[in-house]
């Protein structure tokens, strides 16, 4: 009974390894425009991932946190498993461990990361509830560590800037289910030709841009 109960509580925190290593790829990958713009068309797993990247350090270190943690448990659980079956052999028990640290750096780490990075807004959407319940679980916990941290080191407010390449990605890719009104790609477009002209992005220019048309 008590080698189930290990060997369960090697998958479990298997799993919860490899989700935050992949889920910290699959924030760092996402497109914060294209994010944005599914959350305000209403779809819920985009309003939780908007709500990770506008509190991106604190997410980071909710996925650090459980990914030590997985990785941790995952280790003790695996040595103990090795102990009940191989108690009376160290070469054996040895073998077991070399196997279990190369399952937690490929199962755990290497391939939750490509998995995430391949295609991330469309793979972080269906993570999201997951990611949900983590936070909830882990968010006292990471909020806590960043509250002491915060003492000694000052953290600068980073200003959003979408870029060009951000406007010509959204307006060129569909594929992840980004939709645009004929009023929002028009808008998009007139940005991206006051930038081109270095007029300065402004209501009225873009007013006036438009009129112009």
């Known amino acids: 009974m008590m080698a189930i109960l290990l060997f369960l509580t090697l998958l479990a925190s298997l799993a919860l390894a490899g989700f935050c290593a992949g889920s910290e790829t699959g924030f760092l990958s996402l497109n914060r425009g294209r994010v944005t713009h599914l959350a305000r068309e209403g779809s819920k797993a985009a309003r939780i991932l908007a709500a990770a990247l506008a509190d991106f350090p604190r997410t980071v270190t909710t996925l650090l946190i459980g990914n030590n943690l997985g990785a941790v448990i995952f280790s003790n659980a695996s040595a103990a498993l090795a102990a009940r079956i191989f108690h009376d052999s160290p070469a054996a028990q040895s073998i077991w461990g070399f196997c279990a640290a190369m399952a937690m750096l490929y199962l755990g780490e290497f391939m939750p990361k490509l998995f995430c990075a391949a295609r991330p807004l469309r793979r972080m959407l269906r993570l999201a509830p997951a990611w949900a319940v983590l936070k909830a679980m882990l968010g006292p916990v ?16 980073p200003k959003e800037k979408v870029t060009t390449a951000d406007l ?46």
């Open 142 to 157: 990471s909020g806590a560590m960043q509250a002491v941290a915060g003492i000694f080191f000052k953290r600068a407010v």
């Open 168 to 213: 010509l990605r959204i307006l060129q890719d569909r594929k992840d289910g980004v939709r645009l009104t004929d009023f929002e790609s028009a808008l998009i477009s007139r940005i991206l030709v006051l930038r081109k002209k270095g007029r300065d992005v402004t209501a009225e220019e873009i007013l006036k841009a438009l009129d112009e048309e």
